[in-house]
């Protein structure tokens, strides 16, 4: 639901004509806590365990996005983003992803790819 909303004040706040430079800063803050939530859900949900990787890679990943959508932000004074963004296609991967782990359980991610090979 965060996610959502969070997508949704944004445009909000331009149409009504309530954005300023403080609320931009604080819905980019909490954001960032929320990338890092995110991760951590994420990493218990594929059960990464002691692979720090893995964990690293994926951690990354989000927070690259999250990073150079904002310094892009920044230089340009606006988030253009384009038809295939990570913002918004990254919040559709992550909802099928999560539907994924509903329909078929989280046990899949501990299955070894290889057995014969351990």
Avoid: W
């Avoid at 995110?38 to 890679?57: L, R, Y």
């Avoid at 038809?83 to 782990?101: A, E, K, M, Q």
């Amino acid at each position: 639901m965060y996610r959502l909303l969070d997508e949704c004040d944004g445009k909000q706040a331009r149409r009504t004509g309530n954005s300023s430079p403080l609320g931009l800063f604080f819905d980019h803050g909490v954001d960032s806590l929320s990338v890092g939530t995110q991760a951590i859900i994420m990493f218990k949900c594929i059960q990464v365990g002691t692979s720090n990787e893995c964990a690293f890679f994926i951690y990354m990943v989000l927070h690259g996005i999250f990073h150079f959508t904002t310094m892009e932000e920044y230089y340009t004074g606006g988030l253009f983003l384009g038809p295939f963004n990570g913002v918004s296609d990254g919040s559709i991967l992550l909802y099928t992803f999560y539907y994924f782990l509903i329909t078929k359980g989280n046990e899949v991610f501990l299955t070894t790819p290889f057995p014969e090979y351990t």
